[in-house]
């Protein structure tokens, strides 16, 4: 006769009973994806450090929109690169830039997806940083009403919600007024609220050419050490109206994920960002991971650690993979 009474085991059996017991699930429904538009027509052109992602002109990115709602994802975020770039990032709140007319186009063809603008002046500027320049410092108060400029333009678009990632402090309230004096009370903030100066956006500036010209951006973005400090940036984003936090990047910040979640309401979105991407089609395309298995667990990780809402270039691959 056995000894062993408790035998976890029994619940692991087959995969009926591990779904019956299974307490994280991962939907098509958690997804924003992220796009790149670009000036042009009929353009389409692989990222070279983020396989599987384009460049798209304004008409492909509606394409790409459409293929995605049909998908079942909810959600795109629409980052840009402009025509121009100036000192103060001006073609960034210029309606006739290709963020702007993406935004209103994929509104207009496909109304019932979310559409996430996101919010800084680094592709912006002819210097990279995510503010103007005062001397060689970013100018905190004096960047804010060019971020209420771009919030206001974007949501003038057709944006459901507005991301800003570009660490100012006040910005979260500065841009509630400003959509709130407009009579954009029902667009929404998601705050980039925890995001680290990392070395994990690598791709992304070569993707959105937004890299600093001088210095870094451990000025206003997140010293990775910190974790007190996190709950810090929530309390005052939530505190200046922020409708949604983010934590970013995610993978090697579960820990905070989870300190984020149990301390607050709201929801909280990570954002999954491109050197997180990149290092998984790399090891993909060598042969030495299966991408399905990894990209699944690592997202399932996302979610179990407390995230409502998940950024994620591996969303479209991830929303047909969840329907096999
Ligand atoms: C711009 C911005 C960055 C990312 C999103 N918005 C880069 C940065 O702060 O340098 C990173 C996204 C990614 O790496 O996927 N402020
Ligand atoms: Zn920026």
């Known amino acids: ?10 619940l692991r059996r087959t995969e009926n009973i591990r779904a019956m017991v299974r307490e994280t699930c991962l939907s098509v429904k958690d997804f924003v994806y992220p796009i790149f538009v670009v000036p042009g027509e009929n353009v389409r052109e692989e990222i070279p450090s983020m396989p599987g992602c384009y460049h798209l002109s304004v008409d492909r990115a509606v394409e790409t929109a459409k293929e995605i709602a049909a998908l079942g994802i909810p959600s795109v975020e629409v980052f840009g690169l402009p025509e121009y770039k100036d000192e103060i990032g001006s073609s960034a709140w210029d309606m006739k830039s290709p963020v702007q007319r993406a935004i209103a186009a994929i509104k207009k063809a496909v109304p019932e997806l979310v559409i996430v603008g996101d919010v800084c002046l680094c592709q912006y500027t002819s210097h990279g940083h995510c503010g103007r320049l005062c001397e060689h410092e970013v100018d905190n108060d004096g960047t804010l009403p060019l971020l209420q400029n771009v919030a206001v333009s974007q949501a003038l678009a057709g944006a459901d919600i507005i991301a800003p990632s570009d660490m100012m402090d006040g910005r979260v309230a500065a841009i509630r007024d400003a959509l709130d004096s407009k009579g954009l009370t029902s667009v929404s903030i998601m705050s980039y609220a925890v995001k680290y100066a990392s070395g994990y956006y690598g791709p992304f500036r070569d993707a ?14 997140m010293d990775p050490a910190n974790v007190r400090e996190a709950m810090k940036e929530v309390s005052l984003d939530l505190a200046e109206g922020a409708d949604i936090i983010m934590v970013k990047p995610a993978l090697a910040y579960l820990d ?6 149990d301390n607050i309401a709201q929801p909280v979105a990570v954002y999954n960002v491109s050197g997180e991407y990149a290092m998984v089609k790399a090891a993909a395309q060598n042969g030495w991971i299966d991408e399905k298995r990894i990209v699944l667990e690592t997202l399932t990780s996302m979610k179990r650690a407390g995230a409502d809402i998940i950024i994620t270039y591996h969303a479209i691959d991830a929303a047909k993979w969840l329907k096999e």
């Open 208 to 221: 959105a050419d937004s890299a600093p010209q001088f210095g870094d951006r451990r000025g206003y973005q």
């Open 1 to 10: 006769m056995s000894t062993l009474k408790i035998r976890p085991r029994r």
């Open 256 to 261: 905070v994920v989870r300190l984020v979640r």
